[in-house]
């Protein structure tokens, strides 16, 4: 079966760091590139960019660029959405999903979300 | 950016009955259109690529239309596991700049 699995939930403080994960299994994971879409509470669905975890070439949503950061380790299958700097307007659900194909700009399968919660 | 406007916002309706969600985009993405479903506490869910393709293991009731700016998702007879909330999402950019709807919620009525 072909799955993504995030890390848990965390909670920070702002200003803290945090890098949190996303394993992808069942499918050659350099194959297909992988996005991260954020959910605020009660809210819609916003995409932050995405990873070729091939070479790591990235894009990324004008809006997040600068505040986060992408990356990959293909030793062990996994991406990354990192954060040097919190804030609590980061509190959000964060999914990794996969693209559907290789170069496709859909999303299956979904990873089950990581739950950020940012608060002093 | 591609700006994508669900409507309605919340849709009350019956099971059995048939039901039509809209999705405009604020300029033409051909057919790069993409609908999911999510519910409480899930991730979404593709149901709909293509503006028209089922995904893998979608239930033919699932049917997806247009091209342009204006696109349908359609439930022909609405069962009970169908509630839930329906984002659309565009791909047409280059570079990718991703955008979805706002999302429609499915009550039951």
Redesign the interface.
Known sequence: EEQLVQSAAELKKPGESLRISCQGSGYTFTNFWITWVRQMPGKGLEWVGRIDPSDSYTNYNPSFQGHVSISVDKSISTAYLQWSSLKASDTAMYYCARHYSASSGWFDPWGQGTLVTVSS | EIVMTQSPVTLSVSPGERVTLSCRASQSVSS?L?W?QQKPGQ????LI?HASTR?TGIPPRFSGSGSGTEFTLTISSLQSEDFAVY?C?Q??NW?????????TKLEIK
């Open positions: 790069s993409a999911y991730a979404p869910r593709l690529f995904a984002f999402q791909y047409a570079p990718p700049r991703y955008t979805f709807g706002q999302g």
